[in-house]
């Protein structure tokens, strides 16, 4: 759940995951017995739904801290390894030139979204379908009754060329009179 909708709903997200915990019919039982260690602890996820500064006068940020999350599914593990072969390539030029300032460091910033923007953006489109219930619940039913688009969907969470479909009004026509 995004932030802005947690604060426009007023949502309380740690007495939601007790409440889950403590009635929810697949998990309750398994929690029956159990005893809290402590309070609920938790932090927002930074999605890549916008483009931020990955680096300055000797530093680069990697995954999570450079807020490369996957806006749509909230995976984080891929990106940050991504990021990190990014920034060891990075790092091996830096080294060869005895260059760590802001402004050379701006290459690995560039590179990171050459290699990961496209990915970010639509993982960010898709999460935005999700604020329009009608057209969400649309394909999830289409892809409850038609299994290649089941099929595509989950493939799309994976693979970065099948997710670039998205940008293809062609997609959509598919989607809608097949």
Request: proline letters at 3%; a positive charge; one cysteine or more.
């Amino acid at each position: 759940m995004v932030s802005k909708e947690i604060s426009k709903r007023k949502i309380n997200i740690k007495e939601m995951l007790d409440e889950a915990i403590k009635s929810h019919p697949n998990i309750a039982h398994r929690f029956k017995n159990a005893k809290a260690l402590g309070s609920i602890k938790g932090f927002g996820l930074p999605l890549g739904s916008r483009k931020v500064n990955c680096s300055g006068d000797n530093f680069l940020l990697l995954g999570d801290a450079a807020s490369l999350i996957d806006p749509f599914t909230g995976e984080g593990i891929g990106n940050a390894i991504r990021s990190g072969r990014i920034a060891a390539e990075h790092l091996i030029t830096a080294f060869e030139k005895n260059r760590f300032d802001g402004v050379f460091n701006k290459a690995y910033d560039k590179e990171i979204y050459n290699r990961m923007w496209t990915e970010l953006r639509i993982g960010s489109i898709l999460q935005k379908t999700l604020n329009h219930p009608r057209l969400a619940n649309f394909i999830v039913n289409k892809a409850n009754k038609n299994e290649s688009f089941q099929t595509l969907l989950i493939s799309m969470l994976n693979d970065i060329d099948i997710k670039k479909e998205l940008r293809k009004p062609s997609f959509y026509y598919k989607l809608l009179f097949n």
